[in-house]
């Protein structure tokens, strides 16, 4: 005689089964601050393409329409957010938890080198059942993440040094002066500034895709942490840094 199978028990919220659970990882400014460092990110990329080989003209005198100085001012204001997100991002790896602390940056455990192996594996669809789990950002994103905060100090310092050029006598080439004579002369330090943009415009897709590819594989909205702050993670799953 066959008995009926009792309904899987829910959890105080409706909808979400009890093998999961909520973890709230992101405070708000980091959510903030990552938000508004991807619209400066990609104003940055589209001005500085321009700037660096206009696509489209306008007739007429340039007293006019001003159109290069416009872009300029867009580029360069841009980047002024951008540094203040950097600012108050530095001020959150102490301030916040230990998933956006400075600890969280560097994969400083020898079990997660070990475990960087197996994360690459996963990610190449090679051994994916054999990939720990991180509530926060693996070892592999740490290393990644972290030379992402080091590029962009470069093509932020780049970027300064090639503004101050227009006026040699002021504060930005009086601050960033010395990085043009550093790397060879103010072409090679645009070459640079200009080879660092197509690094963002390859990084972001990528990263699109591996934040929804991971959503599709353990659904545990990860996309939507970076707007809630929080993950819905199985209860079953046991988690290196919890």
Not at 104 to 116: E, H, I, S
Not at 137 to 163: C, D, E, K, S
């Amino acid at each position: 005689m066959e008995t009926a199978t009792p309904p899987r028990p829910k959890s105080f919220r409706a909808g979400v089964p009890t093998e999961y659970q909520s973890v709230y990882l992101w405070h708000w400014p980091v959510r903030t601050m990552h938000w508004v460092a991807a619209v400066c990110v990609v104003t940055l990329a589209v001005t500085g393409l321009y700037i660096g080989r206009p696509y489209f003209f306008t007739s007429g005198p340039a007293s006019e329409h001003f159109l290069m100085g416009t872009v300029r001012f867009v580029h360069f204001s841009a980047a002024g957010v951008l540094v203040a997100t950097g600012i108050l991002r530095i001020y959150w790896l102490f301030m916040g938890n230990k998933f956006e602390r400075w600890s969280a940056l560097f994969p400083v455990r020898g079990r997660d080198w070990v475990n960087m192996a197996k994360i690459l594996k996963g990610y190449l669809f090679m051994k994916v059942e054999d990939a720990p789990h991180y509530l926060g950002h693996n070892p592999l994103q740490q290393v990644m993440y972290t030379g992402i905060y080091g590029l962009a100090i470069l093509q932020v310092a780049t970027g300064f040094y090639l503004y101050g050029l227009a006026d040699t006598g002021g504060f930005f080439f009086a601050v960033f002066g010395w990085i043009g004579p550093l790397l060879g002369g103010a072409q090679i330090a645009r070459f640079v500034h200009h080879v660092l943009t197509w690094f963002w415009l390859i990084f972001l897709p990528i990263h699109f895709y591996f934040t929804i590819r991971a959503d599709v594989l353990h659904k545990e909205a990860r996309v939507t942490s970076m707007i809630s702050g929080a993950r819905f993670v199985r209860a079953d799953v046991d988690f290196v840094d919890d």
